[in-house]
């Protein structure tokens, strides 16, 4: 089946920490792989995406690159700010089907 | 551009009433939107899809009668929660797609908290 796992949360990180948010999936066509933000009380923001294997989606800082070999798509950011408290989201889409799934979210919590 | 929008943001209603949700693509039109259900610290839970002029399709376990879905033009999707008990509170979101970018990537909308008391 198609199903996106991320680790659980929450994260909590002083400013200027490196971040890592692993997220793999497993999917049975090719899919294209997203990461999306909540921020509290909001809808879901699109953060980065990338269509196939080894393509790299950045974004405000932060990246991840499609790893087909090890079916990752793990979320990074170099030097986080309080900003980026939220809800991160991975996320998978077969294009057969237009259809998302979605992981359980991780919420990130970044203190000054 | 794509902007997708919900009204209300947050709705409070009596048990036993209907309420309806609308979901709008403001600057595109959307053939196909979808319609999320997300529970507090969890992921979202597709309920159903809905091709402009044709039925929605639901997910399994999703009630159709309770939850009821109208893609009446390219720009509009409803969803009128029938009935409405306590147990249906939660916060509900849609997406769009079929505009920009690549056709397989959806837009959100920002989410109406429905809280029945």
């Known amino acids: 089946g198609n199903s996106v796992t991320q680790m659980e949360g929450p994260v909590t990180l002083s400013e200027e920490a490196f971040l890592t948010i692993n997220c793999t999936y497993t999917?049975?066509?090719?899919?294209?792989l997203f990461w999306y933000v909540q921020y509290p009380g909001e809808g879901l923001q699109l953060l980065l995406k990338?269509?196939?294997?080894?393509d790299k989606g950045s974004n405000k800082g932060f990246e991840a690159t499609y790893r087909k070999e090890t079916t990752s798509f793990h979320l990074e950011k170099g030097s986080v700010q309080v900003s980026d408290s939220a809800v991160y989201f991975c996320?998978?889409?077969?294009?057969?089907?237009?259809?998302?799934?979605f992981g359980s979210g991780t919420k990130l919590n970044v203190k000054p | 551009g794509a902007v997708v929008s919900q009204h209300p943001s947050w709705v409070i209603c009596k048990s036993g009433t209907s309420v309806k949700i609308e979901c709008r693509s403001l600057?595109?039109?959307?053939?196909?939107m979808f319609w999320y259900r997300q529970f507090p610290k969890q992921s979202l839970m597709l309920m159903a899809t809905?091709?402009?002029?044709?039925?929605?399709?639901?997910e399994q376990g999703v009630e159709k009668d309770k939850f009821l879905i109208n893609h009446a033009s390219l720009t509009l999707s409803t969803l009128t929660v029938t009935s409405a008990h306590p147990e249906d509170s939660s916060f509900y979101i849609c997406?769009?797609?079929?505009?920009?970018?690549?056709?397989?990537?959806?837009?959100f909308g920002p989410g109406t908290r429905l809280t029945v008391l």
């Open positions: 600057d595109f039109q959307a053939t196909t």
């Open positions: 999917a049975t066509g090719y899919p294209s």
């Open positions: 996320a998978l889409s077969l294009q057969d089907f237009n259809k998302f799934y």
């Open positions: 997406s769009a797609s079929g505009g920009r970018g690549s056709y397989n990537e959806q837009f």
């Open positions: 809905s091709n402009e002029g044709s039925k929605a399709t639901y």
């Open positions: 990338a269509t196939k294997a080894d």
